[in-house]
């Protein structure tokens, strides 16, 4: 098995360690005492929900409760007594859901997680499991005695804010600011873009469904292995008796004395390598797991043809496409397309990328399109295509022959205000249409 990097922790999935001890420490290290509870979800569709509800925040709950996110009482309902056949528990109760079992005040979720698949953000919902599972736990704390602003203030700010600074500010006195942005570079640079964009995924997902209420909800976390090209700069991956300095993307190599502004990070570091977003308030920390499934293109962007890109163990999902969030089952559609689904497609963004994968130069032949100009230089098509600007292209045919003695045919796609083939070849070499008068071409 090779070394392990801060960028396998970031972009890991499947369950990790029990995130409950590196929670607490992470408390510690914060000079904070330790949470009453640690209570752990599936996803963080579902960790927002029940940090919504823990926060006690009337608007964010009255535009939750609109979306129909909190319907249920147990979620929207401030001040409903617990049930009577839930007795409240000591500190640090056992507090289960959907199937999970307690390991010293954490839920671990149980081998099936006990969660529906069907619900996804690309198909306009956070899915059944995710608000169930958020109600699972909001009852259990709701028999422990908590109501809504019972949980504390949140703490992220000493958790997570304090310690990022005082890193950065001890690294940066020993390491010069020449020294500094080398290390950042060496380590969080490789990684720090293509962990933002999957955090902007995530959270926008969320905002899609859950409007700004849950949008604003999502910066009060910590970002657990989506902070990891931060981590990376400052801690060494492995256990704390073991440092180490990291090669680019937090590749592990022995040193003597750990990096400058290690001391305090220990328990976030552990978090990131064991569970995904969580909410730290005083008396309670929301923890959430890992996704079950990621995947990415060439270029690192969530994409898969079939299915979701990213998916919770509680149907939380995103679908995408090359990056670009679209409807499930798109990537289906994609490998059936026809010039008339392409037309039919009222999305135009869903359109375009449909026309590039279709292939816009098979998109004329295929589509009946009739050429509307032709000229020494090639043949002009235009494509009007509804509520979309239209597709226009120059067909060519190179001058130099193939091996076997035959001349290809291109398409150039040019502006949609090009009238003539020759303005549009000319456009293809920024030239004007006077100025194009090729001596020879290649």
């Known amino acids: 098995?090779?070394?392990?990097?801060?960028?396998?922790?970031?972009?890991?999935?499947?369950?990790?360690?029990?995130?409950?001890?590196?929670?607490?420490?992470?408390?510690?290290?914060?000079?904070?005492?330790?949470?009453?509870?640690?209570?752990?979800?599936?996803?963080?569709?579902?960790?927002?929900?029940?940090?919504?509800?823990?926060?006690?925040?009337?608007?964010?709950?009255?535009?939750?409760?609109?979306?129909?996110?909190?319907?249920?009482?147990?979620?929207?309902?401030?001040?409903?007594?617990?049930?009577?056949?839930?007795?409240?528990?000591?500190?640090?109760?056992?507090?289960?859901?959907?199937?999970?079992?307690?390991?010293?005040?954490?839920?671990?979720?149980?081998?099936?997680?006990?969660?529906?698949?069907?619900?996804?953000a690309g198909d306009g919902s956070l899915g059944e499991g995710v608000v169930e599972e958020a109600r699972a736990v909001v009852r259990r704390l709701r028999a422990a005695g908590l109501r809504p602003g019972h949980a504390g203030r949140s703490v992220r700010h000493q958790v997570r804010t304090l310690p990022w600074e005082r890193a950065r500010a001890a690294a940066h006195a020993e390491l010069g600011p020449t020294g500094w942005a080398a290390v950042w570079a060496s380590t969080a640079g490789p990684i720090w873009q293509q962990v933002q964009r999957l955090v902007a995924d995530i959270r926008g997902a969320m905002a899609d469904v859950g409007g700004e209420a849950l949008r604003r909800v999502t910066l009060d976390a910590v970002l657990g292995q989506h902070d990891a090209p931060w981590l990376a700069a400052f801690v060494p991956l492995g256990p704390p008796s073991s440092p180490g300095t990291q090669e680019p993307g937090g590749t592990v190599q022995a040193q003597d004395a750990p990096p400058p502004g290690e001391a305090g990070l220990r328990g976030l570091a552990d978090v990131a390598q064991a569970a995904g977003w969580w909410w730290p308030y005083e008396r309670v920390a929301v923890v959430t797991a890992r996704p079950v499934e990621l995947h990415l293109d060439e270029l690192d962007r969530l994409h898969r043809a079939e299915g979701p890109a990213l998916r919770y163990a509680d149907g939380f999902a995103l679908h995408a496409w090359h990056g670009m969030p679209v409807p499930a089952g798109f990537g289906a559609v994609m490998g059936r397309l026809t010039p008339a689904r392409i037309r039919q497609e009222e999305n135009a963004e869903l359109r375009r990328v449909m026309l590039e994968h279709f292939g816009v130069d098979r998109y004329p032949a295929e589509s009946g399109a009739e050429p509307t100009q032709s000229d020494e230089t090639g043949t002009l098509w235009r494509i009007e295509l509804p509520g979309d600007e239209p597709v226009v292209m120059v067909e060519v045919v190179n001058s130099t022959p193939e091996p076997d003695g035959t001349r290809r045919t291109y398409f150039l796609r040019v502006p949609p205000w090009v009238q003539r083939a020759r303005q549009g070849v000319a456009w293809t070499f920024g030239l004007a249409e006077q100025d194009y008068i090729p001596q020879r071409e290649t």
């Open 1 to 120: 098995m090779g070394v392990i990097t801060w960028r396998d922790v970031a972009l890991a999935t499947g369950a990790g360690a029990d995130p409950a001890q590196a929670v607490r420490r992470a408390y510690r290290e914060a000079g904070l005492p330790e949470p009453e509870h640690v209570v752990t979800l599936p996803s963080p569709a579902a960790g927002a929900l029940v940090a919504a509800w823990l926060t006690g925040d009337h608007d964010a709950r009255l535009a939750l409760e609109a979306s129909g996110l909190l319907k249920t009482p147990d979620l929207a309902s401030a001040d409903k007594p617990a049930e009577a056949d839930e007795p409240a528990a000591a500190s640090r109760p056992e507090i289960s859901a959907g199937g999970g079992r307690v390991e010293g005040g954490a839920v671990v979720r149980g081998s099936d997680g006990g969660l529906s698949q069907d619900g996804s």
